[in-house]
Nanobody, 123 residues
Framework: QVQLAESGGALVQAGGSLRLSCAVS????????MGWFRQAPGKERDFVAT????????SYADSVKGRFTIDREKAKNMVYLQMNNLKPEDTAVYYC????????????????WGQGTQVTVSS
């Protein structure tokens, strides 16, 4: 089993920045994908960004491309989401996820999820 714990969510003004962290513990995979997803009230859980743990290759939703950066620190078992130029539409609970099936933009591909951290962007 893999346990994930997000932190770093906060209330920020539009245009501000936050860095979310995801601590990975328990059993891990030799090669797996990590993802960030977000969910606003009444909405489905949406893809934000993914990264390959081994190779560091990344992908981003069009809505965050150029503003958000996903990264990982393998020695510390940490995954990060640097969020710059935040917009009110970024307001959501952000979830860290892990999959043994390779990084994917589909939430159904992920086996492990954190509990989420709230990001609120004021207008």
């Amino acid at each position: 089993q893999v346990q994930l714990a997000e932190s770093g969510g906060a209330l920020v003004q539009a245009g501000g920045s936050l860095r979310l962290s995801c601590a990975v513990s328990g059993r891990t995979f030799s090669r797996y994908g990590m993802g960030w997803f977000r969910q606003a009230p009444g909405k489905e859980r949406d893809f934000v960004a993914t990264i390959s743990w081994s190779f560091g290759s990344t992908s981003y939703a069009d809505s965050v491309k150029g503003r958000f950066t996903i990264d990982r620190e393998k020695a510390k078992n940490m995954v990060y989401l640097q969020m710059n130029n935040l917009k009110p539409e970024d307001t959501a609970v952000y979830y860290c996820a892990a999959t043994a099936w390779g990084a994917s933009d589909q939430s159904s591909r992920y086996q492990y999820w954190g509990q989420g951290t709230q990001v609120t962007v004021s207008s």
